[in-house]
């Protein structure tokens, strides 16, 4: 299957559609409601690899599945989407309180891949990719090695980090 294909079932099946990224303000559910958002260019930018990200590693769009892409794509390198940094690091964060296990699982699988945000990848430039050779190409394709002792410092290094872009995003 195509990424095309596979975001645009990732769409239907989220209630999501190519809007946020290029519309002002968005709306994040909060179990029955739904709150409006700030969507500034930056964010736009990153939701939209983001978005693929999710297509990529199968991580859902529940909180914990937030959580899980938020610490994958912490990991994986954010580069310089400062956008992707604070609400990744919020998911994380979060992560940690509500699914520790797998949010430092979903972490562990990002040390060892690569991320969209990395280099000067659009989401043009994957969409008509398979998705198999995304994952390639994201290094999701690898078998999963036990995590390490440097898994364990890179995790509460970066744990402090998350920490404070919770806080950044709560008061952005």
Not at 15 to 41: C, H, K, Q, V
Not at 104 to 131: I, P
Request: net charge positive; with cysteine; charged share 25%.
């Amino acid at each position: 299957m195509l990424v095309r294909d596979a975001r645009a079932r990732y769409f239907a099946q989220n209630g999501f559609s190519e809007a946020s990224y290029r519309d002002r303000f968005t709306r994040i559910p909060l179990g029955p409601i739904s709150l409006p958002m700030w969507n500034p260019p930056s964010r736009q930018r990153a939701v939209a690899l983001h978005d693929v990200h999710h297509v990529a590693t199968g991580y859902a769009t529940t909180w914990s599945g937030e959580a899980e892409i938020g610490a994958w794509e912490i990991a994986a390198g954010c580069g310089e989407f400062a956008a992707a940094w604070i609400y990744d690091a919020a998911a994380m964060a979060f992560g940690v309180a509500i699914c520790p296990r797998r949010t430092f699982r979903a972490f562990v699988r990002g040390r060892r891949a690569r991320s969209l945000y990395a280099g000067e990848r659009r989401v043009d430039d994957v969409l008509d990719l398979h998705v198999d050779e995304l994952c390639a190409l994201l290094q999701l394709d690898r078998d999963r090695a036990p995590a390490t002792w440097r898994d364990y410092v890179a995790f509460a290094i970066a744990l402090p980090r998350a920490l404070v872009g919770a806080v950044a995003s709560a008061f952005s």
